[in-house]
């Protein structure tokens, strides 16, 4: 079976600070993996994924991940913060094979102090 | 192109209570999602639909919930009766192909 793990519950960082959201993954079968945001009251809003391309993923707002297989991981960065990052972010995978749906982290709240 | 559409975006109803969701996907996407968001945790798989046929709804409690996707298209989600601890946000996906997945903005559900 599939499953993910976010480390941290809650990440502070201060505003123009490194932002680094750590996600480790199981899975039998090469994975797909997602990071998505959610701002409070809204849905769901895909940053970036990985479908066995390129390892290091760039997704929008100056998030990027970087798929590690010897790791398990699936950690997603972004070199300086803004107060506009606070949201929940959640990692997910999938089966690449099958094309099964989503399974989701618990989340990590993102906080940003000015 | 239009998002994933979700309604009543909020509803309050009191236990034993019956609550139906509606969820219109966007054209042409052949797979639709439910998931149940419990406040404090991830999104969880209640149903995907692969046009009008259900592809997985094992973690669905079929004792009170219930959903269909007449046509291929929109799809209802049904809860009676409701208990306090489906308080949560239902969000509809859609896809048209695997690994990509639009969310909706949710429907939140509070039981009293």
């Known amino acids: 079976a599939q499953s993910v793990t976010q480390l941290g519950s809650h990440v502070s960082v201060s505003e123009g600070a490194l932002v680094l959201l750590r996600c480790n993954y199981s899975?039998?079968?090469?994975?797909?993996l997602f990071w998505y945001v959610q701002y409070p009251n809204q849905g769901l809003q895909l940053l970036l994924k990985?479908?066995?391309?390129?390892?290091l993923v760039k997704g929008i707002n100056g998030f990027e991940a970087e798929f590690k297989k010897s790791e398990t991981s699936f950690h997603l960065t972004k070199p300086s913060a803004h107060m506009s990052d606070a949201a929940e972010y959640f990692c997910?995978?999938?089966?690449?094979?099958?094309?099964?749906?989503?399974?989701f982290g618990k989340g990590t709240t993102l906080s940003v102090s000015s | 192109e239009a998002g994933v559409a979700q309604s009543p975006r909020y509803k309050i109803i009191e236990k034993r209570q019956s609550v139906a969701f509606w969820c219109n996907p966007i054209s042409g996407h052949a797979t639709l999602y439910w998931y149940q968001q419990i406040l404090g945790q991830g999104p969880k798989l209640l149903i995907q639909?692969?046009?009008?046929?259900?592809?997985?709804d094992s973690q669905l409690p079929k004792d009170r919930f219930s959903a269909e996707r007449l046509k291929g298209v929109d799809s209802t989600l049904k809860i009676q009766p409701a208990k306090l601890e489906d308080s949560a946000v239902y969000l509809c996906?859609?896809?048209?192909?695997?690994?990509?997945?639009?969310f909706g903005e949710g429907s939140w559900l509070t039981v009293v």
């Open positions: 996906a859609s896809s048209p192909l695997p690994n990509t997945i639009y």
């Open positions: 997910a995978v999938s089966d690449s094979q099958a094309g099964t749906a989503l399974i």
């Open positions: 899975s039998s079968v090469p994975p797909y």
């Open positions: 990985y479908t066995s391309a390129a390892t």
């Open positions: 639909f692969q046009n009008n046929g259900v592809v997985d």
